[in-house]
């Protein structure tokens, strides 16, 4: 469903309110409002710019929007937005790369520490 020649990267502010509504939604699990888009920007934008690019991104097929609902934006594959956000953060040098660390050790390699308790002597 995505449109030809709007691809992610090429319009940082459309990105960037991808961005706030991907952070908004998978911390509280509601949509931000076009209000809270607005001021979540930088720099700030108005209602009426926060709103077209919300329509921007249903356009382009990242987000879609319940017909008469307030509050009606969800993401089309939130694993996705998230890789394109990622992207786009690191080729502006905005996030660096993550290496993925293993455990290092089991519960069992780790050192034992003693606990100690206030006012008790210790044995």
């Not at 921007?56 to 509050?71: K, N, T, V």
């Not at 290092?104 to 008790?120: A, M």
Request: net charge positive; glycine share 6%.
């Amino acid at each position: 469903m995505r449109e030809e020649g709007t691809e992610f990267g090429k319009n940082r502010r459309r990105d960037e309110v991808l961005a706030i509504l991907v952070d908004h939604i998978t911390r509280t699990g509601v949509c931000p409002s076009y209000d809270d888009i607005a001021r979540a920007m930088v720099p700030q934008v108005g209602r009426s710019r926060a709103q077209q690019l919300v329509q921007q991104l249903i356009q382009r097929g990242d987000i879609s929007r319940a017909p008469g609902s307030r509050r009606g934006i969800q993401l089309c594959d939130v694993v996705r937005c998230r890789q394109m956000v990622e992207r786009a953060l690191l080729d502006r040098g905005w996030l660096q790369a993550r290496r993925e660390v293993a455990n290092p050790y089991t519960f069992e390699q780790l050192p034992y520490l003693p606990l100690i308790v206030k006012d008790r002597p210790v044995q």
